[in-house]
């Protein structure tokens, strides 16, 4: 009869349980593709490498939602939002965190855009404005439809695109007035 040796467990940390936060000062290594990391009281949720691709679920239980630090909103593997409140008085914004920019709720206090700082060449930035008090001037580096600023109002949108026609120019793409 063949002996059965236990696997060797040399290499491994026990845990005894309890309700204290695990600390680990070294990597944690999964050693192969495909298992997850479950997460969540319902283990609801999953961190893993399939062997091609990175998976972070949010939805393995039901239905869920993934958001980054950054603020893109995932839901059922497809961005959802991927929203930045405008900062007041900024008038060369950073869009390098986002593709929808909203202005914040009526504190623009009369700022007018004149560039958009980090954008990447084909990015596509839509604007809502929830004030009456932003400005998008029409300049060397936003071309604007009938080459005149937009004083944006409440619910208005602003789309623009970066080297649409002119490297290194946001051009504008559409634009709603309510």
């Known amino acids: 009869m063949p002996v059965n040796n236990p696997p060797d467990t040399s ?15 070294q990597d944690i290594i999964i050693d192969s593709d495909s298992k997850k990391l479950i997460l969540g009281d319902g283990q609801d949720a999953s961190i893993y490498y399939d062997g091609l691709s990175l998976i972070i679920a949010s939805d393995n239980v039901g239905s869920g939602t993934t958001i980054f630090s950054n603020g893109i909103e995932m839901s059922a593997g497809k961005v959802v939002q991927h929203k930045v409140v405008l900062s007041i008085g900024d008038t060369t914004p950073s869009v390098s965190a986002g593709n929808l920019f909203i202005t914040s709720g009526g504190r623009m206090g009369g700022t007018t855009i004149t560039d958009f700082d980090n954008g990447m060449d084909g990015q596509v930035i839509h604007l809502v404005s929830d004030d009456n008090t932003l400005t998008i001037a029409n300049n060397a580096n936003i071309q604007l439809a009938g080459s005149a600023n937009f004083a944006m109002s409440d619910g208005d949108t602003l789309t623009l695109c970066l080297g649409l026609h002119v490297v290194n120019k946001w051009t504008e793409l559409s634009r709603m007035t309510v």
């Open 11 to 25: 290499n491994l940390v026990p845990y005894t349980g309890g309700t204290a936060d695990i600390r680990i000062a």
